[in-house]
């Protein structure tokens, strides 16, 4: 794993949640925030305001992009300013999979100490 | 569309309009248009006036963490070292002239001489050239000179028979350090009429200045013995009014008007320094 991806961790939840949000496909604002609620259990619910101050922060350090969703499969053309959508970058994906990594150790040893005590 | 959501679109706009302009030009479209599907949302759930709250509350608390984030963004970039030290150096100066001396006249001449002529240095930093340079020490000289031409006329005025009452005791303390940053960034403003990016430099300079005046007061302290200066107050300390208004003058000018003075000169700084380098950038 790359070191730069590394020394971002750990991510904060909100940023984890939209990073994940978006693994599989790019999506729109509205589709990032209802995501973000359903992966999170509602444990995560962005205001307007939040989620695109988080995007901004997340569009600055390079670990998403943004696209018109014309050049999404699927989209058609409408009237007016074409949509934005949000989809990862290659640097996003690396440091989401430093993340889950990450996650994965900490799991893991909890794992063995309990399971160490219960026997 | 109801009312009620007619009436939060209109408060959401109001705080977009507030938010940096770069983040608005990019994402209000955007938020508003998912607003819009939140609130429809909310309005068939029964969860609108919790959503609502919620939408504006995030509205109004990202608009804040924006501006911080900008500034913050405009400080890492646009600051150089000789800035912070240009401003830290002020600071001391000002903490300098504020150090308890004896009665002596000449002893306190020669610490506002030596705090003026440290703040000139902290200025000339900025852009280092030979006239330019010089012109800059003696502003800050001049500086100090005002504010110790207030601190003698203080004593004057204290070692007459006019009566002290607490509203004098605290003017007459504030005076001399008010003199001393009004005069420091009028005279550096002479040097640099460029006005432009005025909030960012305000806050450039604050953070440095204010910074080096606390600093630079656990210095001065430190070196001059500070528990002399904390006992000298206690004899006499009644815990009347008029005693309270001292010491609290004695705090104000030896903490807040340092940083004050600070940050306004530690602004100009910032400005004068931004635009030498944008100067020799071109």
Redesign the interface.
């Given at each position: 794993m790359p070191a730069l991806a590394e020394n971002e961790l750990p991510l904060t939840e909100a940023t984890y949640f939209i990073l994940l949000s978006l693994a599989d496909e790019p999506r729109?604002?509205?589709a990032i925030?209802k995501d973000v609620e359903a992966l999170s259990q509602a444990r995560i619910?962005?205001?307007?305001?939040?989620?695109?101050?988080a995007?901004?922060?997340l569009l600055d350090t390079g670990w998403i992009e943004r696209l018109d969703d014309t050049a999404l499969p699927g989209s058609e053309p409408g009237p007016g300013?074409p949509?934005?959508a949000y989809a990862l970058t290659q640097l996003g994906r690396r440091v989401l999979a430093a993340e889950v990594a990450r996650l994965r150790t900490l799991v893991k040893a909890a794992r063995r100490r309990l399971i160490q005590e219960a026997t | 569309m109801k009312a009620r959501t007619r009436l939060v679109l209109a408060a959401f706009g109001a705080l977009l309009r507030l938010y940096p302009p770069a983040f608005r030009e990019t994402f209000a479209d955007e938020m508003g248009q998912v607003l819009s599907r939140v609130l429809s949302d909310a309005e068939s759930s029964g969860h609108w006036w919790r959503t609502g709250a919620r939408e504006l509350g995030g509205a109004a608390g990202c608009l804040v963490v924006e501006h911080l984030h900008l500034c913050r963004k405009e400080i890492l970039m646009n600051t150089s070292s000789s800035t912070w030290w240009g401003a830290v150096g002020l600071g001391l100066a000002v903490v300098i002239s504020r150090l308890p001396v004896d009665a002596r006249w000449q002893s306190s001449l020669a610490l506002y001489l030596l705090a003026g002529a440290f703040a000139g240095w902290s200025l000339s930093q900025i852009n280092p050239r030979g006239a330019h340079r010089l012109i800059r020490v003696m502003a800050g000289v001049a500086a100090f000179m005002a504010g110790y031409l207030v601190h003698a006329l203080r004593d004057l005025s204290l070692a007459s028979s006019v009566e002290v009452t607490p509203i004098l005791t605290l003017a007459l303390l504030l005076g001399e350090p008010l003199t001393i940053a009004i005069t420091a960034a009028a005279l550096i403003g002479l040097l640099d009429r460029d006005g432009a990016q005025i909030g960012r430099l305000v806050l450039n300079g604050a953070v440095g200045a204010v910074g080096g005046s606390l600093i630079g007061l656990l210095v001065a302290f430190a070196a001059w013995g500070g528990i002399q200066a904390v006992d000298s107050y206690r004899p006499g300390f009644d815990g009347a009014l008029s005693s309270w208004v001292q010491v609290g003058g004695h705090v104000l000018i030896g903490i807040i008007f340092p940083g004050v003075a600070g940050l306004m000169a530690g602004a100009r700084l910032g400005r004068t320094e931004g635009r030498w380098r944008q100067m020799h950038a071109a």
């Open positions: 729109h604002g509205y925030l619910v962005f205001s307007t305001g939040t989620l695109y101050g995007l901004k922060r300013r949509r934005k | -």
